[in-house]
């Protein structure tokens, strides 16, 4: 009996000495950096920091005024154009019948052809012109390309928007992760796949992960590895930046 007890507690601490506790950091594998396109002035903003938005949803818009001139420069010349061609088609019908009639030389005919031609791909011109100026003002209202959780603002009202320049920082809670840092010691020890006990003492949630990632790229201050945990949140509300404890089994080496 008690050689039995003491064959089960060596198990116990053999199983317990192959185990390592690391600790983590919620994180989304699915940050995206908001940006505008073009320049201008910010009308409104809103969004807050924390706030959950959903794909679509309208963030922040910048000022139009700059485009409403575009598109009425865009729509004067579609009518000039959509005019001359009325024009052209009207004389080109009367010189048909003339020259039907033998009463216009051909060539009066074949000029006014080609004039329009030319006025219809001015007027493809102008109708592109006009879809172009129409995307502004799409490109002026920016929205939310998927449901997430904003985690940062840097922009206000009355600012400036610059392209390129981050505005907003939106986080994707569908795509939460744990990232942690692993001694390259134990780093053959430890596999994809690989199961992980996950303890998220701040809600109370301990459930099972996977190790999803391995990123080789050394920290060479601390000789480290990341590794980044898949997880099955229960239905609980886990954001990034919540702390995590992760206890992970490492394989002997054959």
């Known amino acids: 009996m008690i050689r039995k007890i003491l064959l089960t507690l060596t198990l116990f601490l053999f199983a317990q000495g192959n185990e390592i506790e690391l600790s983590g950091t919620v994180i989304s594998d699915?940050?995206?950096?908001?940006?505008?396109?073009?320049?201008?002035?910010?009308?409104?903003?809103?969004?807050?920091?924390?706030?959950?938005?959903?794909?679509?949803?309208?963030?922040?818009?910048?000022?139009?005024?700059?485009?409403?001139?575009?598109?009425?420069?865009?729509?004067?010349?579609?009518?000039?154009?959509?005019?001359?061609?009325?024009?052209?088609?009207?004389?080109?019908?009367?010189?048909?019948?003339?020259?039907?009639?033998?009463?216009?030389?051909?060539?009066?005919?074949?000029?006014?052809?080609?004039?329009?031609?030319?006025?219809?791909?001015?007027?493809?011109?102008?109708?592109?012109?006009?879809?172009?100026?129409?995307?502004?003002?799409?490109?002026?209202k920016i929205?939310?390309?998927?449901?997430?959780?904003?985690?940062?603002k840097s922009i206000k009202a009355g600012e400036m928007a610059l392209p390129s320049v981050p505005a907003l920082i939106l986080s994707d809670l569908g795509s939460l992760k744990i990232k942690t840092e692993i001694s390259e010691n134990n780093l053959n020890s430890v596999k994809l796949g690989q199961e992980v006990k996950v303890n998220i003492p701040s809600i109370k949630l301990k459930t099972l992960g996977k190790v999803s990632a391995i990123i080789p790229n050394i920290n060479s201050m601390t000789h480290s590895f990341t590794l980044k945990i898949s997880f099955n949140a229960q239905d609980k509300k886990v954001y990034p930046g919540m702390y995590s404890k992760l206890y992970l089994s490492l394989e002997e080496e054959k």
Do not use: H
């Open 30 to 140: 699915n940050e995206k950096v908001i940006t505008s396109r073009n320049m201008g002035f910010i009308k409104n903003v809103y969004v807050i920091e924390g706030s959950f938005v959903k794909k679509g949803q309208l963030l922040y818009e910048i000022d139009s005024s700059s485009i409403d001139s575009k598109k009425q420069e865009a729509l004067l010349n579609l009518e000039i154009q959509q005019n001359k061609l009325d024009n052209i088609q009207t004389n080109y019908n009367r010189y048909k019948r003339l020259y039907a009639q033998d009463l216009v030389p051909k060539y009066d005919v074949e000029q006014l052809e080609l004039n329009l031609l030319n006025v219809k791909n001015m007027i493809s011109i102008a109708k592109a012109k006009l879809k172009e100026v129409n995307a502004l003002y799409d490109y002026s």
């Open 143 to 152: 929205k939310a390309p998927n449901n997430g959780l904003i985690i940062k």
